[in-house]
């Protein structure tokens, strides 16, 4: 918020606020209280910005465009852009990487491939940390300095922690990552060691770090920039205000995400939301997500739902069903208990989207697909082709529908996948019904092999031919 908007707040008694989303409590508290769930009755909180001061303004999308060209840096990082936005004052110590900024590329291989005219991908990949969380963290640690916070903490599948370890270093905090052993990429990991994060290797998988997370919520000096953290996902938001910007305000159609832990879908349902509260887009997007057969929580849920229940603005469950034991070579989104779901849902109940499965074979090939458009990213991101080429297929979208994909980790995070899959020796660990360990192949119908090639030009030549 700038200070002029702040100080009209102040005056006028409306002032950004925390509240919690579940509608018989809807208590608020101030936005400068550390507090990451609601006190009074645990539900999720929200940022709410006081958004009618701003409409009678002058039109932000121009104010917006105008930063494009200036050196400030805070006009120069795709989230404090969209500052008016955001739940701080103007003088607060921004902690930037210069994130944001991300290209949204036309994929016309990949729009074949799903059944549509022409697909678009917002590749969030690009970001400082080759990852969307950055989009979040630079909001989450300004916040930390802000709070007089010493250490940042969080769990992660990886990218996460890569992100928080970055943006902790350039703010000077103390950082620690709580990771499941043996079931991040080693390249973001390698990011994480480098940035000097404390990296602690939890004997356990991601839902069990998530709840040492919430143990270490009460320890005042510690910060938690888990996507829990409302603060998070205004940072995350701005992405819808960044593509809408970059489609002129033309409202897509249909926006798909992959969904793990759910920050980012409850992100980009909040941000469309406030631009259509201001009135500067007409109608909201589809949101839908996709989710890893073996880690579908959500999914499951939503598929249990009864046709009334998939109304506008339906009152959501109260509880979702873990997943044990979650499964996915996508480990980024290996996820049995997501902490935002309830903000998720609600934000596709509201658009009318879905929220599907993908097996292991469909992300790997939907992955390789990207890839041929010239597009690299991450097993995850890629749950998203996968998702749109089914949801096509059972005439959820149009083939002429206008639809973006949103990638959400480069392709560099999992090279191991992405060379076990061209090689041909990339294999899913799954349980028989009998509950024994199998291992099931990945045949990539993309797949890319190197060839051994003679040292001559005849030989290179006849390669070449051997593959017109
Ligand atoms: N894609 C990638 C590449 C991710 O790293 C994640 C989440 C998601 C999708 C799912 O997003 O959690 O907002 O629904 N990664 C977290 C992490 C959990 O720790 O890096 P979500």
């Known amino acids: 918020m700038s200070d002029a908007i702040a100080k009209t707040a102040q005056k006028s008694g409306i002032a950004a606020v925390q509240r919690c989303i579940v509608p018989g409590c809807a208590a608020q508290f101030g936005f400068r209280e550390q507090i990451y769930v609601c006190p009074r009755c645990g539900g999720p909180l929200e940022i709410e910005i006081p958004l009618e001061l701003l409409k009678s303004g002058p039109d932000l999308r121009e104010r917006w465009q105008g930063r494009a060209a200036s050196h400030d840096p805070r006009d120069r990082s795709g989230v404090w852009r969209y500052r008016e936005l955001l739940p701080f004052d103007n003088d607060a110590p921004v902690v930037t990487l210069f994130e944001g900024n991300t290209p949204l590329f036309d994929a016309p291989r990949s729009a074949k491939y799903a059944g549509l005219k022409a697909l678009r991908l917002k590749h969030q990949g690009c970001n400082p940390t080759a990852s969307f969380k950055d989009t979040g963290m630079t909001t989450a640690v300004t916040q ?18 890569a992100s928080l370890a970055a943006y902790a270093a350039r703010a000077e905090l103390q950082c620690a990552i709580l990771l499941p052993q043996g079931q991040i990429s080693p390249a973001k990991l390698a990011q994480s060691m480098d940035y000097g994060a404390i990296i602690c290797e939890i004997a356990g998988n991601f839902d069990d770090c998530m709840r040492l997370i919430s143990e270490l919520s009460d320890v005042r000096s510690i910060y938690i920039a888990n996507s829990v953290n409302p603060f998070r996902i205004e940072g995350q938001k701005t992405v819808a205000f960044e593509l809408l910007a970059q489609c002129d305000w033309r409202v897509p159609g249909h926006v798909v995400v992959p969904g793990g832990n759910m920050g ?19 109608r909201l997007p589809k949101i839908s997500i996709i989710q890893a057969e073996g880690s579908a929580p959500l999914a499951h849920l939503f598929a249990g739902l009864k046709p009334f229940e998939i109304v506008a603005d339906a009152s959501v469950p109260g509880e979702i069903a873990p997943v044990a034991n979650p499964r996915t070579l996508a480990t980024a989104i290996k996820i049995g208990a997501p902490v935002s779901w ?3 849902l609600r934000a596709v109940l509201h658009t009318h989207g879905s929220i ?3 097996s292991e074979q469909e992300i790997a090939d939907a992955k390789a697909i990207i890839g041929r458009d010239g597009i690299g990213c991450e097993p995850a991101s890629a749950t998203t082709v996968a998702g749109i080429r089914k949801l096509v297929a059972a005439n ?10 949103v990638l959400t980790g480069h392709v560099l995070k999992d090279p191991d996948y ?11 660990e799954t349980l028989t019904e009998q509950g024994a360990a199998k291992s099931v192949p990945i045949v990539g119908a993309f797949r890319n092999v190197p060839q051994k090639v003679a040292a001559t030009k005849e030989a290179i030549l006849k390669s070449l031919e051997s593959r017109r």
């Open 264 to 282: 980012n879908s409850s992100a980009l349902g909040k941000g469309f939301d406030e631009m259509l509260r201001l009135g500067l887009i007409d």
């Open 356 to 358: 599907i499965t993908v």
């Open 396 to 405: 959820k979208i149009r083939s002429a529908e206008s639809v973006v994909a």
């Open 418 to 428: 992405v060379s076990n899959y061209h090689r041909g020796t990339l294999a899913f």
């Open 342 to 344: 309830k903000k998720a």
């Open 144 to 161: 930390a300095k802000l709070l007089g916070a010493r250490t940042v903490v969080c769990a992660s599948t990886g990218n996460t922690a």
